[in-house]
């Protein structure tokens, strides 16, 4: 029997994103998109037989022990070289403050006890799922693929849930609906929320304010990870992030360490509830995002946590329009960075672009070199939308998703900006609440079924808390 193969009768398991062979390919493409010269590192992996960045980590077969062990020594030395673009993008957030030129005031005293705060946040909640479960189905898909699928329903430009009613089956054939959410997301299968990250990370960070206030560390946010996460519940760089802990990594270190996904948005989709509980306080949100992300980010990945947080909570805050919440958002953001540039450029080409599939378009066509998880092109879409949907909710949502990339991740936020600006969960469309039932799946312990109305009075009293 070979090492490492399974007995016979068997069946492998085989852990993605953490393979060192898988991660090699991604290093690789960071290494491009941030100027470290890689070159003669990238010969050397492919001289061995190493492939390039698969489509998802973990779907190439398993690896010689000799090319594990090489991809190992390369993802080390890629990690050491220096790149020209670090000053520009700094993590601390000491030097990211000091690049931001006009950082937003404090509130003034009270703000968390604004009338209608409360209503804000059970319409935000409700908007964040909302436009998480209008994304599902089409997560992955090239942008044709979703164009194709929605016009063939009669539901282009998007504005329902998805559907295959009506779709051809050599269409869907195709172009099959991410085989993960199908049965749970599309307007006939849709019954409740069903589980999803995006939802995940949220009731975590309240867990983490339960539990330690906002004066929480790094440190926390991993420990809570380690006690109430599932490892399978976590992806890309949040499993690079928990595979360091267990090896014994503390952080900021488990950031860093063979950690190629460290750009891409899963520190984004955990800073809604940092911005929730800051309502009008975009700088505190934002250095509060930054303690939850650097868990597992750095640079960009960093920059767009703190860009939503601080977005976030200038909606919270009432009495704001999504433009000045998303200029907030963009005051704590380095200027000189790649993802303070795309936001700039998804908002200019937004309000100079009627049409959004237009806007769309460019957007591809500027950063579609990305990977289409990486913060970047899903930052610039994110802005984009709101730009273009003007405070709208069906619109802010269906905007976000309809641009591709990580369609459930931006849609979800777009409808958590949306829903605040809103301001009361009656002024959302019942075809968005309704199915959601007040009901959502959820593998955080004690949360599962837990309504949207009790976890706007859960994060109302983390807002309000001294």
Not at 99 to 108: I, K, V, W, Y
Not at 127 to 151: F, M, S, T, W
Request: hydrophobic share 45%; charged share 20%.
């Amino acid at each position: 029997m070979t090492p490492g193969a399974p007995a016979p009768g068997a069946e492998a398991v085989r852990l993605t994103w953490v393979q060192p062979e898988d991660l090699v390919g991604h290093e690789l493409r960071q290494a491009a998109e941030d100027g470290r010269e890689a070159g003669e590192i990238a010969g050397r992996w492919f001289a061995a037989g190493g492939h390039p960045a698969p489509a998802a980590a973990g779907a190439s077969p398993g690896a010689r022990p000799e090319l594990r062990a090489l991809a190992e020594e390369l993802l080390d030395e890629l990690a050491a070289l220096p790149s020209p673009l670090a000053d520009a993008e700094p993590t601390a957030l000491d030097a990211i403050l000091a690049a931001c030129p006009d950082p937003p005031a404090p509130p003034p005293d009270g703000a968390a006890y604004a009338p209608g705060l409360r209503d804000r946040l059970h319409a935000a909640w409700l908007g964040r799922a909302a436009g998480c479960l209008l994304g599902k189905p089409v997560e992955k898909l090239p942008l044709g693929a979703i164009r194709a699928l929605a016009r063939a329903a009669g539901n282009w430009p998007l504005d329902d849930w998805f559907t295959a009613r009506g779709v051809p089956p050599e269409l869907l054939a195709a172009h099959p609906w991410n085989r993960r959410s199908a049965a749970t997301s599309l307007a006939e299968t849709i019954d409740g929320m069903p589980e999803d990250d995006d939802l995940n990370y949220p009731l975590l960070a309240l867990l983490l304010l339960r539990r330690h206030g906002r004066g929480f560390t790094t440190a926390d946010v991993a420990r809570l990870w380690l006690d109430e996460l599932p490892a399978g519940r976590a992806f890309t760089a949040e499993r690079i992030a928990y595979r360091n802990l267990l090896d014994g990594i503390e952080p900021p270190l488990t950031a860093v360490r063979r950690n190629p996904f460290r750009e891409w948005i899963g520190a984004q989709i955990r800073a809604d509830v940092h911005g929730w509980t800051h309502p009008g306080d975009p700088a505190a949100a934002a250095a509060q995002a930054h303690r939850d992300a650097v868990l597992s980010h750095t640079g960009n990945g960093v920059h767009g946590a703190m860009f939503v947080a601080a977005t976030v909570a200038a909606a919270a805050g009432g009495g704001c329009d999504v433009h000045r919440a998303l200029a907030a958002g963009l005051s704590v953001v380095p200027p000189r960075s790649r993802l303070a540039e795309a936001v700039r450029y998804g908002i200019a080409t937004a309000r100079a672009t009627p049409d959004l599939d237009a806007v769309v378009d460019r957007l591809h066509s500027r950063y579609g070199g990305y990977h289409w998880v990486h913060a970047v092109p899903n930052t610039a879409l994110l802005a984009a939308a709101l730009t273009h949907a003007d405070g709208d909710f069906t619109r802010s949502i269906c905007a976000a998703v309809s641009g591709g990339w990580d369609t459930d991740s931006n849609g979800a936020t777009a409808g958590s900006v949306a829903g605040l600006l809103a301001g009361h969960p009656d002024r959302l469309p019942d075809r968005w609440t309704s199915p959601l039932k007040n009901r959502l799946a959820t593998s955080v312990p004690s949360f599962d079924g837990i309504g949207f109305d009790a976890l706007a009075d859960l994060t109302h009293l983390e807002a309000v808390r001294p």
